[in-house]
């Protein structure tokens, strides 16, 4: 089975500040991990992806999140939060390898960057 | 700009009519999907196609049906709405290995 788990149903943070929303996962195998953000009314857009390589991944609008196996994590970070970036961030994973090809993804947690 | 398209983007229909949510997409993905956005905002897959001719139901058990007869197309019906059956519903499509590309949304109201 491979699960997600976002903690937090709710981030705030002032503009300027840096930014994490967290994200832990489970699989029993190797896991594919996303990122996607969805704004009001409007389908979730790619962030940004860990396949394999390099730990620290950069992704679309200066987002990038950091790889853990050993804390199963892949919390989303920003160093310089924008009011802009208010909306909605979800984590998912894949179990390469497992045979699930469908993503599962956490339940959400609102960003809310004031200025 | 999005290649995957949605349509419609806003439905206002009575109880017990029959409705058919359109998805197409211009990637030639294999895999499409169909998930459903409760108030909560939490996402529940309800329906996902492997290639033409291969449905299957998700995690949420849904009163929908789905067809792919053609790679591009995978719509989702209704036979006969319901005021629960409101919901946004949101498509999306894969490649084998990477993540996925959704559609815009269609916000389904049944009154």
């Known amino acids: 089975a491979q699960s997600v788990a976002q903690p937090e149903d709710q981030v705030n943070v002032a503009e300027g500040n840096p930014l994490t929303v967290k994200c832990t996962y489970s699989?029993?195998?190797?896991?594919?991990l996303f990122w996607y953000v969805q704004y009001p009314n409007r389908g979730l857009q790619f962030l940004l992806k860990?396949?394999?390589?390099d730990n620290l991944v950069k992704g679309s609008y200066g987002f990038e999140a950091e790889f853990n196996k050993s804390q199963t994590s892949f919390h989303l970070k920003k160093p310089s939060a924008l009011v802009s970036d208010s909306a909605l961030y979800f984590c998912?994973?894949?179990?390469w390898g497992s045979g699930y090809s469908t993503l599962t993804f956490g339940k959400g947690t609102m960003l809310l960057v004031s200025p | 700009e999005a290649d995957i398209y949605q349509t419609p983007r806003y439905l206002v229909i009575g109880t017990g009519k029959k409705i058919t949510l359109e998805c197409s997409q211009t990637?030639?993905?294999?895999?499409m999907y169909w998930y459903q956005q409760d108030p909560g905002m939490e996402l529940h897959l309800i329906h996902y196609?492997?290639?033409?001719?291969?449905?299957e139901k998700g995690d949420l058990s849904s009163e929908s049906t789905v067809s792919r007869i053609r790679t591009e197309h995978f719509p989702l019906t209704l036979e006969s709405a319901r005021p629960s059956h409101t919901s946004q519903y949101l498509c999306?499509?894969?490649?084998?290995?990477?993540?996925?590309?959704f559609g815009s949304g269609t916000r389904l109201t049944v009154v």
């Open positions: 998912a994973v894949r179990d």
């Open positions: 699989v029993s195998g190797n896991p594919y």
């Open positions: 860990y396949i394999t390589g």
């Open positions: 990637m030639g993905h294999d895999k």
């Open positions: 196609s492997y290639g033409v001719n291969s449905t």
């Open positions: 999306a499509s894969s490649t084998g290995e990477g993540g996925y590309t």
